[in-house]
C-alpha cells in the first residue's frame, strides 16, 4: 500500500508534467521604444553604414542582442546578420565646483544583410 508521500510526488510529477507543457508555446513580445533609444549618425556611423552595412544604436543598458535584432527586424523589415554590443562608461565632469559623471550609455552596432538598408533619416 502506497504512503502518502509517495502519493504527493506522483501528483507533484503530473502537475509539473502540465505546466511545462503550456510554457512552450507562449511567445515573447518586446516594445520596441524601450529596447532602442535612437539611432548614431556621426561621420565614424556613416563609413560604417557605406562599408560594411552597419548601423549603429544607442539601446538600453538592460537590453540583450536578441531584443535589439528583433526590435530592428519588427522597426525596419530587414533581416540582422550580427548585432555587437558596448558599454561606454561614463566620463568625470566638473560642474563648477561640484565633480560629477556622464551616465553610462549602452550602443548596439547591427550588421544588415547585403542588399538590405535602413533608412535612419525617417
Not at 56 to 76: C, G, H, P, Q, S
Amino acid at each position: 500500500m502506497p504512503t502518502k508521500k509517495e502519493e504527493q510526488l506522483k501528483d507533484n510529477e503530473q502537475v509539473v508534467e502540465k505546466k511545462d507543457n503550456t510554457v512552450k508555446n507562449k511567445a515573447v513580445y518586446i516594445k520596441i521604444s524601450k529596447v532602442l533609444r535612437k539611432p548614431v549618425i556621426t561621420e565614424k556611423t556613416a563609413i560604417h553604414e557605406k562599408n560594411n552595412n552597419e548601423y549603429v544604436f544607442k539601446v538600453n543598458m538592460k537590453t540583450t542582442k536578441v531584443e535589439v535584432k528583433k526590435a530592428i527586424k519588427e522597426l525596419y523589415g530587414v533581416d540582422v546578420e550580427s548585432v555587437n554590443t558596448i558599454i561606454r562608461k561614463g566620463k568625470p565632469i566638473r560642474f563648477g565646483k561640484t565633480v560629477g559623471a556622464r551616465s553610462d550609455e549602452k550602443i548596439a552596432i547591427v550588421k544588415v544583410k547585403a542588399g538590405q538598408s535602413i533608412n535612419v533619416f525617417k
